[in-house]
């Protein structure tokens, strides 16, 4: 079965202040890792997919990266607008997604 | 584009009472899905659908309903209420199943 996990449950920085939080995924035969922002109340947003080991992407103040085991999401120099919950999500051979619980940042100035 | 749109926002509903959430995409997405959303447990699905007149449950289907009859267009119908179905439900778009998935805004749902 395809897991994910998302470590912090909660991470709270001053502005500025960089970071980058983790997502550890098992799956059986990956076709994409995604990373999604979800606001108070609001849908999650669709930030980045990731297709294979080593790839990055990146963002203004946000980069993903994918290893064989995990993604992290780092973000530099953090404003408080970047304050929301980001979600990791993975798909497999058996076309599932399968989401993390998140982990809720705020970045207070 | 509209993208992926989701009606109603809000709804309160008394056990027993059935009702249909509504979603519709204008991105001519074959891949449709249903999510819930509660504290601590991430997103699940509920039911999908690969395109117009197929559907199928994801793993959390009992007490809902789904059918396609248009491309754009997968509405969610809870038959009868149960305070366990209180919860936030989103619905998706995709190309393809395997592809990235785009939200709408979600509906807050409370069933008393």
């Known amino acids: 079965e395809d897991q994910v996990t998302q470590s912090p449950e909660a991470l709270r920085l001053q502005e500025g202040e960089s970071s980058s939080l983790n997502c550890s995924y098992t799956?059986?035969?990956?076709?994409?890792l995604f990373w999604y922002r979800q606001d108070p109340g609001k849908g999650p947003e669709f930030l980045f997919t990731l297709y294979s080991a080593g790839e990055e992407k990146e963002k203004e103040r946000l980069k993903a990266t994918l290893t064989k085991k995990e993604s992290f999401l780092h973000i530099t120099a953090p404003k408080p607008e970047d304050s929301a919950t980001y979600l990791c999500a993975v798909i497999g051979t058996a076309s599932k997604l399968t989401f993390g619980t998140g982990t809720r940042l705020q970045v207070t100035l | 584009n509209a993208g992926v749109t989701q009606t109603p926002k809000f709804q309160v509903l008394k056990t027993g009472q059935s009702m249909t959430l509504q979603c519709a995409q204008d991105?001519?997405?074959?891949?449709m899905s249903w999510y819930r959303q509660d504290p601590g447990m991430g997103l699940r699905l509920i039911h999908y659908s690969v395109g117009a007149g197929i559907t199928d449950q994801g793993e959390v289907p009992n007490g809902y309903n789904v059918s396609r009859s248009t491309t754009e267009d997968f509405p969610l119908r809870l038959l009868s209420a149960a305070p366990s179905q209180t919860s936030v439900y989103f619905c998706?778009?995709?190309?393809?199943?395997?592809?990235?998935?785009?939200f709408g805004p979600g509906t807050r749902l409370t069933v008393l």
């Open positions: 998706a778009s995709s190309r393809i199943r395997a592809d990235t998935q785009y």
């Open positions: 799956v059986s035969g990956l076709r994409g």
């Open positions: 991105m001519n997405h074959e891949y």
